[in-house]
Nanobody, 115 residues
Framework: QVQLVESGGGLVQAGGSLGLSCAAS????????MGWYRQAPGKQRALVAN???????NYAHSVKGRFTISRDNAKNTLTLQMNNLKPDDTAVYYC?????????WGKGTLVTVAS
């Protein structure tokens, strides 16, 4: 059983920055893909960014150039640095790990960007 715990959400003014962290209960060195998703009110959950075991990254168009995803296999941690935040970035952010064909999700952390 994989447990994921996100932290770092909160309220920030437009143009500000936040850093999210996701702590995994297992060794992630063999996890191929890890990612951040978000769900805004009234919308479906959508990919924000992901990173594979080789360090290759993929970003949603709306966050490209503003967000940076990284992983620390030694600390079993996935992070998301968010800069130049916009009100449209307001959402619950979820960490996801795919392992052995199963997708594991954290409970999410709320990010609110005030205009």
């Amino acid at each position: 059983q994989v447990q994921l715990v996100e932290s770092g959400g909160g309220l920030v003014q437009a143009g500000g920055s936040l850093g999210l962290s996701c702590a995994a209960s297992v060794n992630i060195f063999r996890v191929n893909v890890m990612g951040w998703y978000r769900q805004a009110p009234g919308k479906q959950r959508a990919l924000v960014a992901n990173i594979n075991i080789g360090g290759s990254t993929n970003y949603a168009h709306s966050v490209k150039g503003r967000f940076t995803i990284s992983r620390d296999n030694a600390k079993n941690t996935l992070t998301l640095q968010m800069n130049n935040l916009k009100p449209d970035d307001t959402a619950v952010y979820y960490c996801r790990v795919d392992m052995d064909g199963i997708a594991y999700w954290g409970k999410g952390t709320l990010v609110t960007v005030a205009s």
